[in-house]
């Protein structure tokens, strides 16, 4: 596989290893092109489409409490408008919200506390400050950490982020 590459089987594998069922989506020019469509056409997954990211953090958090694991993909812009949410329903509420999150305009090879776009610059700061854990995915090796962080994140009852820094192909 060439260098700078990340795979939308990877990452698929990964989340199916963790035991995920439920993709809990907003549609991002990150992760929908590649990744969310091929997720919509895999029978191993429910995916419910949602119209606000906060709507998904809710969502997430009641398939939990149903015994159902999920993960939440959207685009930074929409963690972001989030935080509120975040807060209150995955910190305070102790629930495993597990965020696949676009970074729209990363710069490949650049990690994202380094980017040029404010936005992106700022993602992992606003998570560090929450006390949200997060790992940084760009290359398909990777995704090896998927699993790991979600396994986590439903033993803590704590969110956790997947920083997607490249369209996956």
Known sequence: ??????????I????????????????????????????LRDPDFKVVQVCKEDEGVSICSGLSAAGHR???MMQYTGLL???NSLRG????????????????????GVPPSLSKK?????????????G???????ESE???KIVAAIEKAYASTRPVAMLIGREPR
Not at 1 to 10: I, S
Not at 12 to 39: C, M, N, Q, W
Not at 89 to 108: D, F, R, S, T
Not at 132 to 138: A, D, K, N, R, T
């Open 70 to 72: 999920s993960v939440l």
């Open 142 to 144: 990777d995704t090896s």
């Open 89 to 108: 329903v995955a910190m305070e509420g102790e629930n495993p919200v597990c965020m696949i999150v676009g970074l729209l305009g990363k710069e490949p």
């Open 12 to 39: 698929i594998r990964e989340i199916k290893k963790a035991g995920i069922r439920f993709v809990v989506a907003l549609p991002d020019r990150v992760t929908s092109h590649y990744l969310l469509k091929t997720i």
């Open 118 to 130: 404010y936005g992106v610059k700022i993602i992992e700061p606003v998570l560090d400050a929450m």
């Open 81 to 83: 408008d989030s935080v």
């Open 1 to 10: 596989m060439a260098e700078g590459t990340l795979r939308v089987q990877d």
């Open 132 to 138: 949200i854990e997060h790992h940084w995915v760009e």
